[in-house]
């Protein structure tokens, strides 16, 4: 096995339960294994602040010592990396397969310096490593390594994630697009990406309520990121992988699928989810359509002239779901007099 990095410790992260290592590479070898990392993620940040990174492009090339790269991988086995040598070898083993999650700016800086005569490719270069079992604990990870920079918003961090980090090719009854791709050649029916990574932000803030033109952007930024760090402090297991998972099983009746492309629909049920998903994944997908065409009828009585419908879409989806199995089992009437009753 070559050995790119070595770790100097390596210890168990409570918060995100994931593990976490410090080590060190040279310059050669963050060139060459971990630049290309950064291609991992399509939508990376352009490079900011050019007259900063030329004058750490500068010194670089002096002999300065840069800052640590945070990496990334994701381990579904979810193996005991506790012991220095065995996260080494993980880590040395998997290294192509890794993230940047902090330092892209300082790779690319990197980069510009190698072409430079006197640049030294055996110098040092520092790194942290994460190693989780899902994508979720990244994310999370992520957004307090970056909270603060710009223009590396929490809605473009997660972006980021559902698209280079969830593997969509294996659902059996949903594909997802992203616009680019759509651009190209659309696949009918097909889910838009950023839909999804609404879903997503929808799940990990635990609020169906995260986009508001009456807020700046900085400032709803600043929420976003308290209510995912909120987030955190559920007890709850459950993964987004498995959201989708259930979406797509769902999905197997049309009525159902057509229902989870309207986007307010979706981020009320990856809420929601959080509470019921026990009870949901033993659903079939008949009897789920059954269900949202009784949410329809009840959703219908609400007066369209009175309320924002959109909003009143993700809160009564999301209120839908999370009570599934008592509302499911209402007649029509009773639904509409409680959604009278949780909305006055």
């Known amino acids: 096995m070559t050995k790119y990095i070595e770790i100097f410790s390596a210890d168990h992260d409570e918060v995100i339960d994931s593990y976490v290592a410090m080590g060190k590479t040279s310059y050669k070898v963050a060139l060459e294994k971990l630049y290309p990392l950064i291609n991992r993620f399509e939508a990376q940040r352009k490079l900011q602040d050019k007259k900063f990174y030329k004058r750490l492009q500068r010194d670089l090339v002096e002999g300065c010592i840069m800052p640590p790269i945070t990496i990334a991988f994701i381990d579904k086995a979810g193996g005991d990396l506790s012991d220095k040598e065995i996260f080494e070898k993980f880590a040395n083993e998997n290294i192509d397969q890794g993230y940047i999650l902090d330092g892209m700016q300082r790779l690319n ?44 918003t929490p809605r473009h961090q997660i972006e980021i994630l559902t698209s280079e980090m969830f593997d969509f090719t294996e659902l ?73 998972d259930l979406v797509d099983a769902l999905s197997a009746d049309s009525a159902c699928k057509t229902w989870f492309k309207v986007n307010n629909n979706l981020i009320g049920f990856c809420v929601g989810i959080k509470t019921s998903y026990d009870d949901l994944v ?63």
């Open 109 to 152: 800086t990197l980069k510009s310096a190698s072409e430079d005569e006197n640049f030294d490719e055996n110098r040092i270069a520092y790194v942290n490593v994460i190693v989780a079992d899902n994508q979720d604990k990244l994310l999370y990870r992520m957004i307090t390594l970056n909270n603060g920079q710009k223009p590396m």
């Open 172 to 244: 059996k009854n949903i594909s997802v697009q992203t616009e680019k791709e759509r651009s190209t050649k659309t696949i009918r029916g097909a889910f838009n990406l950023g839909d999804i990574s609404r879903g997503y932000l929808a799940f990990l803030t635990g609020n169906v309520n995260n986009e508001n033109n009456k807020i700046i952007n900085e400032k709803m930024d600043e929420i976003l990121v308290t209510r995912v760090l909120d987030s955190r402090n559920s007890n709850s297991s459950l993964k987004f992988e498995e959201i989708i």
């Open 282 to 344: 033993e659903v079939e997908a008949k009897d789920f359509a059954a269900a949202i065409e009784l949410f329809e009828e009840g959703f219908d009585a609400i007066n369209a002239s009175k309320v924002n419908l959109g909003k009143y879409r993700r809160q009564l989806s999301c209120e839908f779901i999370k009570n599934f199995s008592e509302l499911s089992g209402m007649d029509d009437d009773d639904l509409v007099e409680y959604f009278i009753e949780f909305t006055s």
